[in-house]
């Protein structure tokens, strides 16, 4: 019951902000760059170290990446390359926020961690790869919204990460290294995962496209024995 309230008024408010975003007539594309511009703000704080800041703005930016489709669609002005730059730019404003943490761990201070640079590398990759091998998998026509850690639930918990990030020590606290590893392992997974659900889609296609094609083979191939055969003859 307390979680439907907490959801129906926050969609309440969420209502409320895109109707009034979609009466500015501002162009749903211009809401996706602008929230690219935000992270990329965010990027500059986490190499700065300021996880907490950077964890508060996180959660502004993912207002914005909300907002353009709903105010496309309350606007009539969904399109195809509405829904392409979106993916796109949200491609972006993932490896930002990603080179931002590295830099952070990368740089000569108390906190250096080669170990948390290569972890958040691998985090990095697994974000994109993540996207990619839906995408790859829907050009072939394939549903692949599978696996437990899409772009959702890593921004959550990056702004989790993030928001530890403050006080001093506490065992509740300074948890983003645990975040990153987490992120590190399940992106990963999520797209194993998704290779298995692509390649279990398309077992019975692929399979009867190959017996096709080795049928044809063989048909080509007593074809040429017959055009040999009556030409020796």
């Given at each position: 019951m307390i979680s439907e309230a907490i959801g129906s008024?926050?969609?309440?408010?969420?209502?409320?902000?895109?109707r009034g975003v979609a009466r500015s007539r501002i162009n749903p594309n211009a809401l996706t760059f602008i929230g690219l511009l935000i992270n990329i703000l965010c990027a500059i704080l986490f190499g700065y170290g300021r996880f907490f800041a950077a964890g508060l703005l996180m959660i502004f930016a993912n207002l914005f990446d909300m907002l353009d489709g709903q105010?496309?669609?309350?606007?009539?002005?969904?399109?195809?390359f509405g829904a392409f730059f979106d993916s796109v730019i949200d491609r972006y404003s993932d490896i930002v926020v990603y080179l931002g943490i590295m830099i952070f761990y990368a740089r000569d201070t108390l906190r250096h961690s080669t170990?948390?640079?290569?972890?958040?590398?691998?985090?990095?990759?697994?974000s994109v790869m993540?996207?990619?091998?839906?995408?790859?998998?829907?050009?072939?026509?394939?549903?692949?919204?599978?696996?437990?850690?899409?772009?959702?639930?890593?921004?959550?918990?990056?702004?989790?990460?993030?928001?530890?990030?403050?006080?001093?020590?506490?065992?509740?606290?300074?948890?983003?290294?645990?975040?990153?590893?987490?992120?590190?392992v399940l992106s990963h997974w999520t797209v194993v995962h998704r290779i298995y659900h692509t390649w279990r889609e398309m077992r019975e296609t692929?399979?009867?496209?190959?017996?096709?094609?080795?049928?044809?083979?063989?048909?080509?191939?007593?074809?040429?024995?017959?055009?040999?055969?009556?030409?020796?003859?």
């Open positions: 008024g926050a969609k309440r408010i969420l209502d409320w902000i895109v105010v496309a669609r309350l606007r009539g002005r969904v399109t195809q170990v948390l640079v290569v972890v958040t590398g691998l985090a990095l990759v697994g993540v996207s990619y091998s839906r995408a790859r998998a829907e050009s072939l026509a394939i549903g692949c919204k599978v696996g437990f850690l899409e772009r959702p639930e890593r921004v959550v918990l990056l702004i989790i990460g993030s928001l530890t990030e403050v006080g001093g020590p506490n065992p509740f606290l300074h948890k983003m290294p645990q975040v990153l590893w987490v992120l590190g692929d399979r009867a496209a190959v017996q096709a094609a080795q049928a044809k083979r063989e048909s080509t191939r007593g074809g040429d024995k017959l055009v040999r055969a009556d030409y020796t003859v």
